[in-house]
């Protein structure tokens, strides 16, 4: 019963980055590797914010602003120096690697005794004897109201222009859209996102580490790709919960295959590796399902 809690939490916590890299890679088709980078920004900001005594909520808060401010950072060497989107995310994540050490001070930041919102939170739901669920509830109560705003959101004029630059940008630069400013706010959102869920993992886990945003990237595309194998829609309401189903998915397959992948020869030190078939085999199935629905096809027509 644990193993599915924990789970279900990592799953929520980092569904919100999840939401963050759909913004990019698929509103506005734009292969944001500053995800590494910013996730790592928002947990050390709000670690080093929290070990020098501000208040946690707070703390978070500044760790989003510090997320925003590098995908800011990301859209403008693209758009205003005209640097390749790839390229431009790779030297902001490159850049604030150095950035994180200077922020945090050390490599790693230990929230052990600190107060945060998880504590605070959990104090809360004590009285209802609900403080072994704390974590669960909270994460799914933010992702849920991150999740409604991102719907409402991009069903508003400013947020069906921001789809609309992903789709066809030479349409909606006609219209009289400014697509540069439409690729900075996605960005800033996006990574804003990413950083509070850097935040909030930094205070789940009860540390912040200059390296713990390393594959942050593979992870949140595993989500949003095998939320799309499961549910292949075109409708935004239903497109993010399909990103936040792959994201338990994901982080409760990665658990169950360090919890038993033991008798398949796996170690806890091939984290990495099983990713990487999880983002494979979530790749692969979309065209797996086509071809054996042709075939099935095939065989009907023939017979």
């Known amino acids: 019963m644990s193993l599915?809690?924990?789970?279900?939490?990592?799953?929520?916590?980092?569904?919100?980055?999840?939401?963050?890299?759909?913004?990019?890679?698929?509103?506005?088709?734009?292969?944001?590797?500053?995800?590494?980078?910013?996730?790592?920004?928002?947990?050390g900001i709000t670690a080093a914010l929290t070990v020098?005594?501000?208040?946690?909520?707070?703390?978070?808060?500044?760790?989003?602003?510090?997320?925003?401010?590098?995908?800011?950072?990301?859209?403008?060497?693209?758009?205003?120096?005209?640097?390749?989107?790839?390229?431009?995310?790779?030297?902001?994540?490159?850049?604030?690697?150095?950035?994180?050490?200077?922020?945090?001070?050390?490599?790693?930041?230990?929230?052990?005794g600190q107060s945060t919102v998880l504590d605070q939170f959990e104090s809360l739901l004590a009285p209802l004897g609900l403080s072994d669920y704390s974590n669960l509830i909270f994460f799914g109560l933010v992702l849920i109201f991150i999740k409604l705003l991102l719907d409402l959101f991009f069903n508003t004029e400013l947020g069906l222009?921001?789809?609309?630059?992903?789709?066809?940008?030479?349409?909606?630069?006609?219209?009289?859209?400014?697509?540069?400013?439409?690729?900075?706010?996605?960005?800033?959102?996006?990574?804003?996102l990413v950083a509070l869920s850097g935040g909030l993992v930094a205070q789940y886990s009860g540390f912040a580490d200059v390296g713990m945003g390393i594959g942050m990237i593979i992870a949140g595309l595993a989500s949003v790709i095998v939320g799309e194998t499961l549910l292949p829609t075109?409708?935004?309401?239903?497109?993010?919960?399909?990103?936040?189903?792959?994201?338990?998915?994901?982080?409760?397959?990665?658990?169950?295959?360090?919890?038993?992948?033991?008798?398949?020869?796996?170690?806890?030190?091939?984290?990495?590796?099983i990713t990487a078939l999880i983002v494979i085999v979530a790749l692969a199935t979309p065209q797996v399902r086509e071809k054996l629905n042709l075939k099935l096809g095939e065989r009907v027509g023939i017979s």
């Open 161 to 192: 222009a921001l789809r609309a630059t992903g789709d066809n940008e030479q349409m909606i630069l006609a219209q009289g859209v400014n697509t540069d400013t439409m690729k900075i706010l996605g960005l800033a959102i996006s990574n804003g």
């Open 52 to 112: 020098g005594g501000w208040n946690p909520f707070l703390a978070l808060l500044l760790g989003i602003v510090g997320g925003m401010v590098a995908g800011i950072f990301t859209g403008l060497l693209s758009t205003k120096l005209n640097i390749l989107n790839l390229l431009a995310g790779i030297l902001t994540m490159t850049l604030l690697y150095s950035v994180n050490l200077r922020i945090m001070g050390r490599p790693n930041i230990p929230l052990i």
């Open 234 to 273: 075109k409708s935004f309401i239903w497109v993010t919960t399909g990103v936040v189903t792959g994201s338990i998915i994901y982080r409760t397959a990665i658990m169950l295959a360090l919890r038993y992948g033991y008798n398949l020869g796996f170690k806890a030190s091939d984290l990495k590796l």
């Open 4 to 43: 599915l809690i924990n789970a279900l939490e990592q799953g929520l916590v980092y569904g919100i980055m999840a939401l963050g890299v759909l913004i990019t890679f698929r509103v506005l088709d734009f292969p944001d590797l500053t995800v590494d980078g910013s996730f790592t920004m928002g947990a």
